[in-house]
């Protein structure tokens, strides 16, 4: 069994650099924006558009689920292009409210200029922190590569501590080795975070390569946020560690009202509905927009299983 697991390891740690180198080639960008969507990207991508996107949004709170939404994209050239996606994430955030959705919005501090200077990023985040809270709405920081991570907590300890703004939340990442202090420092603020395992390809220097190791951390790291005040919201599809939870939390007088599981658009539906239907809040992150390339292979990367879903209907067509 061990001989096995150590194989079905290897064949997927080397499904995941193929992908992940995949997704920098301009050949197969080309291919796959061009054919994806027909092909099986829209299992995973609500739509090009807003108004694609909140009829799927409309759909899961049918069903009894949460939602967030993300404008896809993570790059900007300029403070231009910064104000065009805070325009956009106005919308989204207006729309949201118009619509009396239970959802809310999910963004990357590197689509709202990071690279360009943090204080940029900061007003901008800052502005759609407000014009949510104006709204009643959550917004979350999403979490970037490792490069990113000390200014994605600065700008969020901000947000909190200065600004005075408590309907943000950010992200953390079982995979890297210093995310036990970042959590420790968090603690005091009474923190809404998601715990994700990691889906960025980072060097064993800062993370943990092995999937074992990273599950451990995961549920080390999940211990401790919900032994702590705050609340979590529990992101991963591993059913072992989603029962955890529920026992853990059973067992230790740890209410619904303190955590939910989020799951991702279009990967184990049938998951999401038996929780919910279990009495967990279950919030599904659906992202859309024209910017989905990256997205997809990320997600395909992070579990190559779901490359057979694309390629068995990549043939179909």
Known sequence: MAAREQLTAAVNGGLRRGIFAAADSRNVRRLVKRHGMRLGAGRFVAG?????????????????????T??????????????AVVHSYE????????????????LKLTHLGLSLGEDVAYENVEQLARRAAAHGQFLRIDMEQFAF???????????????????????????????????AGLLPLAPNLRLVKGA???????????????????????EQMLAAGGYTAVATHDERLIEWTIRFAAENGIGH???????????????????????????????????????????LGERPANLLFFVRHALRG
């Open 48 to 68: 090009e558009t807003l108004d694609e996107c909140i009829a799927v949004l409309r759909r899961l709170n049918d069903r009894g689920l949460w939602a967030n």
């Open 70 to 83: 993300t404008l896809l994209g993570e790059g900007v050239a300029d403070r231009e292009q910064a104000a």
């Open 91 to 106: 919308e989204v955030i207006d729309r949201l409210a118009a619509e009396q959705l239970r959802a809310n919005v999910a």
């Open 149 to 183: 991570v000390d200014a994605t907590l600065r700008i969020y300890r901000r947000l909190r501590e200065e600004a005075g703004l408590d309907n943000v939340g950010t992200v953390l990442q079982a995979y890297l080795y210093r995310t036990p202090e970042d959590l």
């Open 200 to 222: 960025y390809l980072e060097p064993a220097s800062v993370a943990y390569p092995e999937k074992a190791d990273v599950d451990a951390a995961y549920r080390r790291l999940l």
């Open 257 to 299: 009202d303190r955590f939910e599981f989020q799951l991702l658009y279009g990967v184990r539906p049938q998951l999401q509905a038996d929780l919910a239907r279990r009495g967990f809040k279950v919030l599904v992150a659906t992202p859309y927009g024209p910017e989905w390339y990256p997205y997809l292979m990320r997600r």
